[in-house]
């Protein structure tokens, strides 16, 4: 397998050519103006501050990542129980998801003042220069994904290219790269989760509900804190989720692929380069649709979404149409079959969009009946918001469900025997839908990422005094941010679930080679009937057999209780985190309201700075329990339950993980949405007993959505991550 084909070369082509735009896109950004001398000096401190907490956070994840390292370095070089890669690849998925986030929150944080701006001229201007600014996110994570899977794919081949499982070899490797990005997404999402909803908390609480003065007044201590921790959270944090995300279905694909089609050389390399060609392709058709956004002047928001629903869709009937021809041009077994699989995950992601946008946006009865439910207290809001939030999850549940089966029997041509190969084929057709749902990810998250960019220039546009047209500019591209950010966390956790299912499979087969390697030091497994077991020939249903996964073992029962109750003892731990970072927040915000006189005047200037560092220092603290948790739980009951308990575990935190993620996303966003609503006149407008109803309702949402939500994601396939990882380790004490 030492050559590679000619179509393999389109991947570092289209890494790079993503690259080049973001590039392209960054720099018309900074082209233009940043406004007043006011706009620039807010943009300024929140831009400092953004840099001081991820420097801050890089600092204590390289901590984690080091020590972790060694660890799979002891694995692999002294035990003998890991590939000796692992430990270079761990490290390279961390960095490039690191870089990932980093390059997209400098952008934004430079973009927001220079989008208020464009917002002085017209709502298209301001528009375009925020979607723009979320593409260099979105362009910036497929190319340097794609980057990372081409020059590893690459590098291992030159050393095992001429082995007879070289490419089982590969893509097994190459998943453990996933683990590190994973790693890394997780302290992003959970850190700047925690900093920015300690600071938004602090700021409504006090600012908006105690001293009734408007969201991002200048006089609201936290006000600064607030903008800064939409950027870490929802750029920085989102680009690293969906980086690891992107990378870990294109991997788990391929390696389904060298694993199912293993009997046939050149139909397993077409397998394997499949997801990957797929994924270049869709970077050239997401840079068409971020070309058709735009809009007019006093434009709905039905308008708006609109427009961003024009080029979201036109990239994905592009990427559907060029998949069959895709599959063709390989040669691929069954090529009209993948093709729909790959149909099944775009369109399931359309649907999972749409059903979010309906339940989250303020257009649609659902957070209308929030806002209506305002007449008569916080905590009606709240009661509302909580059912909203339980209803909404039926539509993702029951469509990821189908495009489970659907694209399972569409890759195994509606092979219903379960058998070996009917398996294993089925499984790459999901790996594949994985992998059609985030193939336009360039122009999906472009829309997430414009979300926190929109926010903090309607901040700098009420901080900087500008008048009442440009708020209004302003307070559509944001309100518009609200739905696109939900709609981006559903659409996340969708892609998740059906990543983690793919990693699952691929679990199985980390789980043979590790026995294969174990065999060859000199063990020997025996089977229940006291047979010895050769894991060199056996299909899954011999492994499945063998390590007794079935639902009367009690082994899996136990791990399927910890995996869901991981989910909620994750949640519970971040909920309780942005509890505390948020009640050190309302107390200094009270004192300063207290101590500095003439701050409410507008005749003396808060001390952002205290509020900064208060957020600052309460997500490094408060973020590392919770992401080793994802670390330590499954290699503990990898130790004590074996890999019947490591599938159970993987399969509870799924499906508990993946409903509970759906809900409380949801629920957050029509909560914030629903105060929006009130804040455009219903129910009295600003100011009114509803307003501030709806704010308690916000404020309760913003963790949902903006921390543990959307955490959730991330900790089903990290804990899959590292149950691949430490696959040799299980084994050794099975």
């Given at each position: ?10 991947i570092?082509v289209?890494?790079v050519?993503a ?11 900074m082209q233009?103006e ?11 401190h ?8 991820l ?6 994840v390289?901590i984690?990542?080091?020590?972790l390292a060694v660890?799979?370095?002891f694995?692999a070089y ?5 590939n ?13 998801s ?12 430079y973009?927001s003042a220079r989008?208020a ?7 298209d ?14 362009l910036?994570v ?8 081409a ?13 007879p499982?070289?490419l ?13 990005a994973?790693?890394q997404?997780l302290f ?5 989760g925690?900093?920015?909803k300690?600071?938004?908390v ?5 600012g908006?509900?105690?001293a009734?003065i408007?969201?991002?007044?200048p006089?609201?201590?936290?006000t600064?804190a ?5 950027n870490?959270?929802d750029?920085?944090g989102?680009?690293?989720d969906?980086y690891?995300s992107?990378c870990?279905?294109i991997?788990?694909?391929a390696a389904?692929?060298a ?5 046939n ?5 077409k ?11 869709g ?14 002047e ?17 990239s994905?009937?592009?990427?559907a149409?060029?998949?069959f021809i895709?599959l063709?041009?390989l040669?691929m077994a069954n ?7 790959v ?5 399931a992601?359309?649907?999972i ?6 339940f ?6 659902p957070?209308?009946?929030i806002?209506e439910?305002?007449?008569?207290g916080?905590?009606?809001v709240i ?8 209803i909404s ?12 089966l ?7 041509g509606?092979?219903?025997?379960m058998?070996t190969?009917?398996?294993s084929?089925?499984?790459?057709g ?21 979300g ?5 220039a309607?901040g ?8 009442e ?8 591209l944001d ?5 696109t ?5 559903g659409f996340?956790i969708?892609?998740a679930?059906?990543?983690a299912?793919a990693l ?8 043979k080679?590790?026995?294969i ?5 000199g063990?020997v497994?025996?089977d229940?009937?006291?047979n010895?077991f050769n894991?060199?020939t056996a299909?899954?249903?011999d ?16 791990g ?11 949640c ?17 915000v009270r004192?300063q309201?207290?101590d500095i006189k003439g ?6 200037t808060p001390?952002y700075?205290?509020?900064v560092e208060?957020s600052?220092?309460?997500?490094q603290r408060e973020?590392?329990?919770p992401?080793?948790l994802?670390?330590?739980i ?9 890999v019947?308990g490591?599938?159970g ?5 799924l499906?508990?993980?993946?409903t509970?993620a ?7 966003g029509?909560w914030?949405?629903?105060?929006k609503?009130v804040e ?8 009114s007993a509803?307003?501030k109803?709806t704010i308690?309702?916000d404020t ?6 903006d921390?543990?939500?959307p955490?959730?994601?991330i900790?089903i ?15 050794a004490?099975a």
């Amino acid at each position: 397998m030492s050559n590679i084909p000619l179509i393999f070369w389109l991947i570092p082509v289209a890494s790079v050519t993503a690259l080049a735009m973001a590039w392209h896109f960054f720099r018309i950004m900074m082209q233009e103006e940043e406004g007043t001398v006011r706009m620039a000096e807010i943009a300024a401190h929140v831009r400092k501050g953004a840099m001081a907490y991820l420097k801050q956070q890089y600092k204590v994840v390289g901590i984690v990542f080091a020590v972790l390292a060694v660890l799979f370095a002891f694995m692999a070089y002294v035990l003998k129980v890991q590939n000796p890669w692992v430990p270079f690849a761990f490290l390279t998925g961390g960095l490039f998801s690191g870089l990932a986030g980093f390059f997209g929150m400098k952008t934004a944080t430079y973009a927001s003042a220079r989008t208020a701006n464009a917002a002085r001229r017209g709502l298209d201007k301001g528009l375009k220069i925020a979607f723009r600014s979320g593409a260099v996110m979105g362009l910036v994570v497929v190319g340097l994904g794609l980057l990372d899977i081409a020059l590893w794919f690459l590098v291992l081949n030159a050393f095992y290219g001429d082995e007879p499982t070289a490419l089982i070899t590969i893509t097994t490797t190459m998943l453990t790269f996933g683990m590190g990005a994973s790693t890394q997404a997780l302290f992003a999402r959970v850190g700047g989760g925690i900093y920015t909803k300690a600071a938004d908390v602090g700021a409504d609480l006090v600012g908006k509900v105690e001293a009734n003065i408007p969201e991002d007044d200048p006089r609201n201590p936290a006000t600064i804190a607030d903008n800064v921790g939409d950027n870490v959270g929802d750029v920085a944090g989102m680009g690293a989720d969906l980086y690891e995300s992107y990378c870990g279905s294109i991997l788990s694909t391929a390696a389904l692929g060298a694993t199912a089609f293993a009997m046939n050389g050149e139909m397993q390399l077409k397998a394997v380069i499949a997801p990957m060609t797929i994924a270049s392709v869709g970077i050239f058709l997401s840079l068409a649709g971020i070309y058709a956004v735009k809009t007019k002047e006093g434009a709905t928001m039905r308008d708006l979404l609109r427009s961003l629903g024009i080029g979201t869709n036109l990239s994905a009937v592009l990427i559907a149409i060029a998949t069959f021809i895709i599959l063709y041009l390989l040669g691929m077994a069954n090529w009209l079959g993948l093709s729909f699989s790959v149909i099944t995950g775009l369109v399931a992601g359309v649907i999972i969009g749409q059903a979010t946008e309906y339940f989250t946006s303020q257009s649609y009865q659902p957070t209308k009946s929030i806002a209506e439910a305002s007449q008569t207290g916080s905590a009606t809001v709240i009661i509302k918001g909580i059912g909203t939030g339980m209803i909404s999850t039926m539509v993702p549940v029951v469509t990821i469900s189908v495009a489970i089966l659907l694209s399972f029997l569409f890759a195994n041509g509606f092979d219903l025997s379960m058998s070996t190969t009917s398996i294993s084929h089925g499984l790459y057709g999901i790996g594949i839908a994985a992998v059609g749902m985030l193939s336009t990810l360039g122009i999906t998250l472009a829309t997430d990422a414009y979300g926190p960019i929109a926010d903090n220039a309607g901040g700098n546009a009420e901080m900087s005094g500008l008048g009442e047209e440009v708020r209004h500019r302003t307070d559509a591209l944001d309100a518009l941010g609200n739905t696109t950010a939900a709609t981006g966390k559903g659409f996340a956790i969708g892609s998740a679930a059906l990543t983690a299912l793919a990693l699952l499979a691929s679990y199985i087969e980390e789980i043979k080679i590790a026995m294969i390697r174990a065999v060859e030091e000199g063990s020997v497994f025996i089977d229940t009937a006291g047979n010895v077991f050769n894991p060199s020939t056996a299909t899954i249903n011999d492994f499945m057999s063998f390590f007794q996964v079935t639902l009367i073992n009690p082994k899996v029962l136990v791990g399927a209780f910890i995996g869901a109750m991981a989910a909620f003892l994750f949640c519970g731990l971040t909920m309780g985190a942005v509890g505390r970072a948020a009640g050190a927040m309302v107390d200094e915000v009270r004192r300063q309201f207290r101590d500095i006189k003439g701050i409410l005047e507008g005749k003396a200037t808060p001390d952002y700075g205290r509020c900064v560092e208060i957020s600052t220092r309460s997500a490094q603290r408060e973020m590392i329990v919770p992401s080793l948790l994802a670390i330590i739980i499954p290699i503990v009951v990898g130790v004590l339950l074996g890999v019947a308990g490591v599938l159970g575990l993987l399969t509870g935190g799924l499906a508990a993980g993946f409903t509970l993620a759906i809900f409380m996303s949801n629920a957050g966003g029509a909560w914030d949405n629903a105060k929006k609503y009130v804040e455009e006149g219903n129910y009295g407008g600003k100011g009114s007993a509803c307003h501030k109803a709806t704010i308690v309702g916000d404020t309760v949402g913003d963790p949902f959505k903006d921390t543990s939500g959307p955490s959730l994601n991330i900790l089903i396939k990290l804990m899959s991550m590292v149950s691949i990882v430490m696959a040799g380790l299980t084994v050794a004490f099975a």
